[in-house]
């Protein structure tokens, strides 16, 4: 009579031989398509964060345009820009508690356009005051050419000036160390901090060109997105009919 036997031990041990390549293949597998955070990027996020801040600024200051968007806090008060930005000059919008003001330069010319109680201010009386007032008729709603000479045009010209405004934005404080990963505006980021947040932090983009896409400043001082970078927009002085010049130096504002 003849056994059987050994010949299903054969396909048993065959079988878990099987089994056992089979899972072993499948972790090999795995092993293999882990995915790499890095795969599809520019790269940055693989160097120092000194690296990663030198390419971050010198995309930025190559770009022909850019659009910032958020709130900046200073001595001088809380701001809310939404400001358009290239080599020329800009346009855009500033509010602060009081105010709300349009901004736009083109080269070193440079005109402010607010409603009419943007030029008025309590407590000036008598004819001061009826002075006052006509002043807010003719420059209410109008661009007003802000005088060189005058003294808030060193400061207005601030907010449409690329090159001042990234500097001070991209201004960390304290060693540089990389942050986390993240994906802002739908783009993958990695962060830089100055120390560990406290001297401002911002995201570089992964994606195409290193450009910086958020900010946070140190201290409290605000939060501003960067977007539309290399974008071309219009830019040019307001038409006459639209434009008021005050002469040497603008009247007060109750801003």
């Known amino acids: ?31 293999g398509t882990e995915e790499d955070p890095d795969k599809g990027t520019n790269g940055v996020a693989k160097l120092s964060a000194a690296e990663i801040d030198k390419k971050a600024r010198a995309a930025a200051d190559a770009a022909s345009a850019v659009r910032l968007s958020g709130t900046l806090v200073s001595k001088g008060g809380t701001y809310r820009l939404d400001m358009k930005l290239n080599a020329e000059g800009g346009m855009g919008s500033v509010t602060s508690k009081k105010q709300s003001f349009a901004l736009l330069r083109v080269e070193d010319e440079l005109f402010l356009k607010a409603p009419a109680e943007f030029w008025t201010h309590e407590g000036s009386g008598g004819e001061s005051e009826t002075a006052d007032a ?10 007003v050419k802000v005088p060189e000479g005058d003294p808030s045009y060193r400061q207005l010209r601030g907010f ?87 002469g040497g130096q603008l009247p007060k504002s109750s801003g």
């Open 160 to 246: 449409t000036d690329k090159k001042v405004l990234l500097d001070g934005l991209l201004a960390l404080h304290g060693t540089l160390n990389k942050g986390g990963r993240d994906t802002v505006a739908g783009q993958r980021t990695i962060q830089i901090l100055g120390g560990k947040g406290e001297g401002g932090a911002f995201d570089v983009s992964l994606e195409k060109e290193p450009y910086p896409v958020r900010v946070a400043r140190g201290g409290g001082g605000g939060t501003v997105s960067l977007a539309d970078w290399g974008q071309a927009f219009p830019l040019a002085a307001p038409e006459e009919d639209d434009t008021v010049d005050y």
């Open 134 to 143: 006509a002043a807010a008729d003719k420059l209410g709603g109008k661009y």
């Open 1 to 31: 009579m003849t056994s059987f036997a050994p010949a299903v031990r054969n396909h048993r041990r065959t079988a878990l031989a099987l089994v056992l390549c089979g899972g072993l293949t499948v972790a090999l597998a795995a092993c």
